[in-house]
């Protein structure tokens, strides 16, 4: 499986925890918003974590762009080359 749609799985199944904790948040009781916080905060330390291009081991998610000479960071869906050295992410390692 290549690393963009390990990346694709990963966000999904995220996103879906994510919505169905604050789902029972609304439901069932106000302690299920704690869980969604954790949850979103344990997605972002892992998708830093494991989803990395395999050649310069930068972050996949992990975009730079200049506005007005700053460079701001910002986490963007899953590219089909890495955003660093432009390898091709949609190929089986
Ligand atoms: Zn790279």
């Known amino acids: ?6 990346s694709i799985l990963f966000l999904s199944v995220g996103v879906i925890n994510i919505f169905g904790l604050l789902v ?5 009781h106000e302690a299920f918003l704690f869980l969604a916080l954790v949850a979103l905060f344990v997605l ?3 998708q ?14 992990k975009r ?3 506005f007005f000479g700053e460079p701001f960071t910002y986490w963007g ?12 992410l949609r190929q089986d390692r």
């Open 48 to 61: 830093r974590s494991f989803l990395k291009c395999p050649s310069c081991r930068h972050p996949i998610l």
């Open 77 to 88: 869906l899953p590219p089909q080359q890495c955003p660093h050295c432009g390898e091709d």
């Open 64 to 66: 730079t762009v200049v």
């Open 24 to 28: 029972a948040a609304l439901a069932i």
């Open 44 to 46: 972002g330390i892992c």
């Open 1 to 6: 499986m290549s690393i963009r749609k390990k």
